[in-house]
């Protein structure tokens, strides 16, 4: 069965620093999203792609957070510059256009951010 | 605006003892609501769907409009239900909003 993929597993970042979370969502999948879990809390929103386009994001989603499709394939987080409480784990998430009302998320294993 | 509520953070049962894991929404139109499990390091993995009103791995849930709630339940819990549990509910947008989640422990 087709999956998500992300990359890397854990990533180690300095306050300040840039970091790019990178996803391959399922190929024949239309929408992508980002969410984030901080440590013992909720699965949080950040943001929706389609058509090579946000349509949706969150009050977390500010500047220093953007996403792109820079290929056929992967779908990235970059967050310019890093602060303790973005420390998390994201996960990347895909979705079908097929029976849109009712098409699951699937999600990737994560990418466990911590910024020291 | 869209809310998801799982009142019980933790939830331990006995093997072999039914369990409920409770998610109340509020949401004005007709939702579409799921449940996901998230086993220990691993990814959440959908386990159902209000509209495909099936039945995975003995679990069950069904969609009350009157009372806004989605609870999920199986009759004879097993060990290997030991997950977290997220209810999530999405109005044919795109977004998807999760609520808090309940660990269930299946205790021996």
């Known amino acids: 069965e087709p999956e998500v993929t992300q990359t890397p597993s854990h990533q180690v970042t300095q306050m300040g620093q840039e970091v790019i979370l990178r996803c391959v969502p399922i190929s024949n999948h239309l929408y992508f999203y980002w969410y984030r879990q901080i440590l013992g809390q909720k699965v949080e929103f950040l943001v929706s792609f389609y058509n090579n386009e946000i349509s949706e994001k969150s009050e977390i989603f500010d500047d220093q957070f953007s996403v792109e499709r820079p290929d056929g394939s992967n779908f990235t987080l970059k967050i310019r510059s890093t602060k303790l409480e973005d420390s998390a784990m994201y996960f990347c998430?895909?979705?079908?256009?097929?029976?849109?009302?009712?098409?699951?998320?699937?999600f990737g294993n994560g990418t466990r951010l911590t910024v020291t | 605006a869209q809310r998801v509520t799982q009142p019980e953070k933790l939830l331990s049962v006995f093997k072999g003892a039914p369990v409920e894991l409770k998610c109340n929404y509020s949401y004005s139109g007709s939702p579409e609501l799921f449940w996901y499990v998230q086993y220990s390091r691993q990814r959440l993995q959908l386990l159902l769907r209000?509209?495909s009103r099936e039945s995975i791995k003995g679990f069950t849930a069904d969609l009350n409009k009157g009372e806004t709630s989605f609870h999920l339940k199986k009759p004879f819990a097993q060990e290997e239900d030991s997950a977290m549990y997220y209810c999530?509910?999405?109005?044919?947008?795109?977004?998807?909003?999760f609520g808090p989640g309940t660990r269930l422990s299946v205790l021996p």
């Open positions: 999530a509910l999405n109005n044919y947008g795109q977004n998807f909003v």
């Open positions: 209000h509209i």
């Open positions: 998430a895909s979705r079908s256009l097929e029976g849109l009302g009712n098409s699951p998320l699937h």
